[in-house]
C-alpha cells in the first residue's frame, strides 16, 4: 500500500541532544513537509522541500535540520538548539505539479524531551 | 500574509445535532480548500476538500462550500455520531508554485452520546 511512514512513534530526547525523525514516503511524491503540532496552535511549518536536493525554511525552522538526498526520504534532526522540541511531529507529502491536490500524512512522531 | 482562521475553542454538542465549524481564509490568489481530520494519536487525514468558487465537497455526511465572496469554507454535518469526535483543520493551498499548506488551528469536537 502507497503511504508515508514516521518513526519511531514514541521519542525522547535529553537535554542537549540531537534527534533524527525519519519520514519515507512510496507514493512518488515531488513535496514533501515537516509540520510541528502544539496544542491549541495547530500545525506550523518547519521545512519543506518540493524536489530532492533542494529544501526550504518554513515558519519555524530555528532549531532543525533536513537533508532530502533521496525522493521517498525526508528526515527531520531536532537539534540542541532548539529549545522547546516536545511537540508532536507530522511529516507530509504532495504531488507538486497537481497543485488541487491533498497532502497525505503520517501517523505521526511524539517527541518529548526528559 | 496567506491565512485560515477557525472558530474559537472546542466544541461539545450531543449525537444526531447538527454541526457547523466555521472557517475562513486571507489569500491573494485563488487558493484550494481543504478540511482535515485527526483522531486521537493519528496523522491528518483528508475529509473533503474544493478547488474553485461555489464548489461543494462532500464526504462522510460532511460538506463544506467554497464562497469567494466571504472568503469561507464552512464544514456542516447534518447529525454527527460518537466517532465524529475528532479535531478539525481548515486548509488553503495556493496556486503560486511554492506548494505549501497553511492550516487553521483545528477545533477539537466532541460528541456526547
Known amino acids: 500500500d502507497g503511504g508515508i511512514t514516521q518513526s519511531p512513534k514514541y521519542l525522547f530526547r535529553k537535554e542537549g541532544q540531537n534527534v533524527t525523525l525519519s519520514c519515507e514516503q512510496n507514493?512518488?511524491?515531488?513535496?514533501m513537509y515537516w509540520y510541528r503540532q502544539d496544542p491549541g496552535q495547530g500545525l506550523r511549518l518547519i521545512y519543506y522541500?518540493?524536489?530532492?536536493?533542494?529544501?526550504q525554511k518554513g515558519d519555524i525552522a530555528e532549531g532543525y535540520s533536513v537533508s532530502r538526498e533521496k525522493k521517498e526520504s525526508f528526515p527531520l534532526t531536532v537539534t540542541s538548539a532548539q529549545k522547546n522540541p516536545t511537540a508532536f511531529y507530522l511529516c507530509?507529502?504532495?504531488?507538486?505539479?497537481?497543485?488541487?491536490?491533498?497532502?497525505?500524512f503520517g501517523q505521526g512522531t511524539r517527541l518529548t524531551v526528559v | 500574509g496567506d491565512s485560515v482562521t477557525q472558530m474559537e475553542g472546542p466544541v461539545t454538542l450531543s449525537e444526531e445535532a447538527f454541526l457547523t465549524i466555521n472557517c475562513t481564509y486571507t489569500?491573494?490568489?485563488?487558493?484550494?480548500l481543504f478540511w482535515y481530520v485527526q483522531y486521537p494519536g493519528e496523522g491528518l487525514q483528508l475529509l473533503l476538500k474544493?478547488?474553485?468558487?461555489?464548489d461543494k465537497g462532500s464526504n462522510k455526511g460532511f460538506e463544506a462550500t467554497y464562497r469567494k465572496e466571504t472568503t469561507s469554507f464552512h464544514l456542516e454535518k447534518g447529525s454527527v455520531q460518537v466517532s465524529d469526535s475528532a479535531v478539525y483543520f481548515c486548509?488553503?493551498?495556493?496556486?503560486?508554485?511554492?506548494?505549501?499548506?497553511?492550516f487553521g488551528k483545528g477545533n477539537q469536537v466532541v460528541v456526547i452520546p
Open positions: 522541500s518540493q524536489i530532492v536536493n533542494d529544501f
Open positions: 486548509a488553503l493551498s495556493l496556486r503560486d508554485g511554492n506548494n505549501r499548506l497553511a
Open positions: 507514493l512518488n511524491h515531488d513535496a
Open positions: 507530509a507529502s504532495r504531488d507538486r505539479v497537481a497543485v488541487n491536490t491533498e497532502a497525505f
Open positions: 489569500a491573494t490568489g485563488y487558493p484550494s
Open positions: 474544493a478547488t474553485k468558487a461555489d
